[in-house]
């Protein structure tokens, strides 16, 4: 157990639909990531906070978003759904940027 | 743009073996390296980290090499046991936003 924990564990949901993934980094953390993974791309890294402010993107879809609360959890916001979508998708937290990110079991998100 | 990729996409091996997992990167500014243990169903899970200052780092039963002047980077886990089975990935830390080499697949044969 990496101590990130994140809700729901399965997602299904319909094309169009738009879901919102929460994530609890560790006791400690500041930093919190978010990474998709699918069979086509591997893993990807979507966006990165830190200590409430957002402070990398990587291949994040315009329909999707993020935020980090003042409590320091996080949550993926996806809308518009497409079959595409379907994926797991994971946070990650460290302490600060630079350091060990430590990974949660992940959303397994299917948009029918 | 970077990327980090895997000689080697299966590993099939015998319990008490020794195991070797490869990747190639290809930022030479990369300064700093990761590798996770995927088990089915799991988030990836954290083995073992180097810096770009270091060329070896020991843990328990893994070791992890560096080579920048060929930007290659190996996993040694040391007799490998069938809960080694899982799926390895090497990671490029770049201020945080971490490059996912495509994985290799471990088996550990009883």
């Known amino acids: 157990d990496s101590g990130v924990t994140q809700t729901p564990k399965h997602l299904i949901t319909a094309t169009g639909q738009r879901v919102t993934l929460r994530c609890s980094p560790r006791s400690g953390d500041l930093s919190v990531y978010w990474y998709q993974q699918s069979l086509d791309q591997g893993l990807q890294f979507l966006i990165q906070?830190?200590?409430?402010?957002?402070?990398a993107k990587g291949n994040i879809l315009e329909r999707f978003s993020a935020q980090q609360f003042p409590d320091l959890h996080s949550e993926l916001n996806l809308s518009s759904l497409e079959l595409g979508d379907s994926a797991l998708y994971f946070c990650?937290?460290?302490?600060?940027?630079?350091?060990?990110?430590?990974f949660g079991p992940g959303t397994r998100l299917l948009v029918l | 743009g970077e990327s980090v990729g895997l000689h080697l996409p299966t590993l099939s091996v015998q319990e008490g073996d020794n195991s070797i997992i490869n990747c190639a990167y290809s930022n030479s500014a990369s300064d700093y390296f990761i590798w996770y243990k995927q088990e089915s169903g799991k988030g990836p899970q954290f083995i073992i980290d180097i810096r770009s200052n270091m060329d070896k780092r020991q843990g328990q039963r893994v070791t992890v090499l560096l080579n920048k002047t060929v930007k290659h980077l190996s996993l040694q886990i040391a007799a490998t046991q069938p809960g080694d089975s899982a799926v390895y990935f090497c990671a490029e830390s770049s201020w945080g936003k971490l490059t996912f080499g495509q994985g290799t697949i471990l088996t550990v044969h009883p």
């Open positions: 990650a937290s460290s302490v600060r940027p630079q350091e060990t990110q430590y």
């Open positions: 906070y830190y200590n409430g402010e957002e402070r």
